[in-house]
């Protein structure tokens, strides 16, 4: 029997496409193994978003190396499109596959592990097409996600997706409405619309996230939830914001990268708004969706950033109270206009100040989750185990309730009667 082991790093849309590997790898016969198990076949879905992320993917191929030094290794995505050379040259290394021609990989696999042919698919990327590669169900998941889109336009000075990723393209809205259609029919209750920069979703062939949206909600027969995994702020449309209030299947929870909150900081980043408009939109959207949850990516040490600038982002986080956040320090990333920049941060101060923000983070994180008791929410079932359900409500908080009964995959009304940090306590109503 032929094994295979996986190791997935990076985003949302990352884990979606490493599903397609799994189930191809499944269609083709073989059995999966933990990725610290010998196997046949390591698939490494890589991501270059930062230093540490490559460091991280780089580790990865490693370890599969002295795993198995006889199996075929092959090295998947961002870190692979943008280091192509240096991962070709690891040696164990077998086939390397940038960010496309992975549908043209899969059709190939087969042939590959047969005749454990080595073959370098990394191009550079210019009119590429949307690859869909389908995903009907998810192992062990009552949430699927779904890549309908890929690619960025937006090049802030410090990213080095656009490169790694291409440009923006995205998946014909009958496509998405065909495969929501088969992940729901398979079980999935709530599916997760994912991109590198989803709300720009459809402007590469004539629609928009809006429209797909409301054709889902339309056309997709069972489908109790619909989530987001991120949008930009001025992706935000008054079409969007109105299809959200009114209907309660669209998750009550919104991810609004702000990055910073210091305007010159943003206008560093190459970041389309400025912190009053930001912090207006998200006024906007409390009035009219209550307790909803907004979450964020933050940066800092910025090159240039200065304290002025560090003590500017934390009184505007005040401003707007976040349910959580995403700290990332900030990453030199050769290739892109920030890298060139003068007056890079010490690390120290990066940790620092990333620190700090960490810590505003699980106060806010507590903060709301204290908000929401005597409050009653529908929470998709993902675990029963001892008499104990646990899943995410609309609003993404983790809520645990008792019940002897089999509710997963099911929408249960709970009312939220304890909270910590971690998650909310409630019990179930009818």
């Given amino acids: 029997m032929t094994t295979f082991a996986i190791s997935t790093l990076g985003c949302k849309v990352n884990s979606y496409e490493s599903e397609a590997y799994i189930a191809k790898c499944l269609e083709l016969g073989y059995q999966q193994v933990d990725f610290k198990e010998k196997a046949d076949i390591y698939l490494i879905n890589t991501c270059a978003v930062t230093n540490t992320a490559s460091s991280k993917s780089r580790q990865k191929i490693h370890a599969a190396i002295k795993n198995n030094p006889q199996a075929l290794i092959a090295v998947i995505g961002c870190y ?6 240096e991962v ?6 077998d086939v390397v596959v940038g960010s496309d021609s992975k549908d043209v990989f899969l059709d190939q696999l087969a042939d590959l592990v047969a005749q454990r042919k080595k073959k370098n698919y990394v191009h550079e990327l210019k009119e590429t097409a949307f690859e869909a590669l389908p995903v009907e169900q998810f192992s ?12 960025c336009n937006q090049f802030c000075t410090y990213c080095v997706i656009p490169y790694a990723r291409g440009r923006e393209r995205s998946m014909p809205a009958d496509e998405v409405i065909r495969l929501s259609q088969k992940l729901v029919d398979h079980g999935h209750s709530e599916i997760v619309l994912a991109g590198i920069h989803t709300g720009r979703y459809g402007r590469d062939i004539g629609t928009d996230l809006t429209a797909l949206l409301s054709r889902m909600l339309q056309e997709v027969e069972g489908l109790k939830r619909i989530r987001l995994s991120s949008i930009e702020m001025n992706e935000l449309t008054e079409e969007f914001i109105a299809l959200m209030e009114k209907e309660k299947r669209i998750a009550a929870h919104l991810h609004i990268p702000i990055q910073s909150g210091s305007d010159a900081v943003l206008k560093a980043m190459h970041r389309p708004y400025t912190i009053q408009e930001y912090i207006e ?3 906007e959207i409390r009035r009219r969706i209550p307790n909803i949850s907004i979450s964020t990516d933050i940066m800092v040490g910025f090159p ?5 600038d560090h003590q500017e982002t934390l009184n ?11 700290v990332f320090p900030y990453s030199k990333r050769e290739g892109t206009a920030a890298a060139l920049m003068k007056n890079q941060i010490h690390g120290t101060i990066k940790k620092q100040r990333a ?3 960490n810590e505003l983070s699980k106060q806010y994180r507590l903060r ?3 908000s929401m008791i005597g409050q009653t929410v529908e929470v998709i079932v993902e675990k029963n185990k001892n008499g104990e359900c646990s899943g995410h409500s609309s609003e993404y908080i983790p809520v645990v309730f008792r019940s002897d009964e089999m509710l997963i995959g099911k929408c249960i009304r709970v009312e939220i009667t304890q909270a910590d940090e971690n998650g909310c306590f409630g019990e179930r109503r009818v």
């Fill in 316 to 326: 505007n986080l005040e401003k707007i109270h976040f349910s959580f956040m995403h």
């Fill in 304 to 308: 240039n950033e200065t304290e002025e």
């Fill in 80 to 85: 692979s499109q943008t280091a192509e050379k």
């Fill in 281 to 283: 939109k998200i006024e």
């Fill in 140 to 151: 062990a998941h009552t949430r699927a996600f779904l890549k309908i889109q890929d690619g």
């Fill in 355 to 357: 620190h700090q923000l």
């Fill in 368 to 370: 709301y989750h204290q």
């Fill in 88 to 93: 070709a040259a690891i040696e164990g290394v």
